[in-house]
């Protein structure tokens, strides 16, 4: 009988044996696994719970800001609409008449200002132009050696 005893000894232990080993895989398993879906979950970008929260609070706070300056805006146009006009507004054509003659001052202006600009610039350019030729005749020639 005892015999038969070792061999289930034997039997047992291999059994534990595996069973060990089954256990390590399972964890080293659901490690990659963890670790994949993270990799996963990063590549996509998404956004945590709290982040969520922060933006939610965010855009309601701005809603409820917009409707408050809507209602402002609103009283102070019934306040305007029903204030009565005290001047007189030019007629739109009387503004036409006026801006061409405008423009055209400060163009003739901006024109003579680019000349004058221009032609002082020739001028510096020619003084520049003379001066350089008397310094490369004052320079000394090296001696060979």
């Known amino acids: 009988m005892q015999t038969s005893n070792r ?3 034997d039997l047992a232990k291999v059994a534990n044996g595996a069973m060990s080993t089954v256990v390590g895989i399972k964890g080293e398993v659901e490690a990659m696994v963890r670790q994949q879906m993270e990799r996963f979950l990063a590549d996509m970008d998404l956004i945590t719970r709290d982040e ?3 933006v ?3 855009a309601a706070n701005a809603r409820a800001e917009q409707e408050k300056l809507e209602k ?9 609409a029903a204030k009565p006009a005290t001047r007189q507004a030019k007629p739109r054509s009387a503004l036409k008449a006026t801006a061409p003659k405008a423009t055209a001052t400060k163009t003739a202006t ?4 680019t000349a004058r600009t221009t032609a002082s610039k020739s001028a510096a350019t020619k003084t520049t132009a003379a001066k350089k030729p008397a310094r490369a005749a004052t320079r000394k020639p090296t001696p060979k050696k």
Do not use: R, S
């Not at 402002?72 to 305007?80: D, F, I, Q, R, S």
């Not at 901006?110 to 200002?113: C, L, P, Q, V």
């Open 110 to 113: 901006a024109k003579t200002a």
């Open 7 to 9: 061999i289930l000894d």
């Open 56 to 58: 939610k609070a965010m």
């Open 72 to 80: 402002k805006v609103a009283a102070l146009e019934k306040a305007l």
């Open 52 to 54: 969520f929260e922060v």
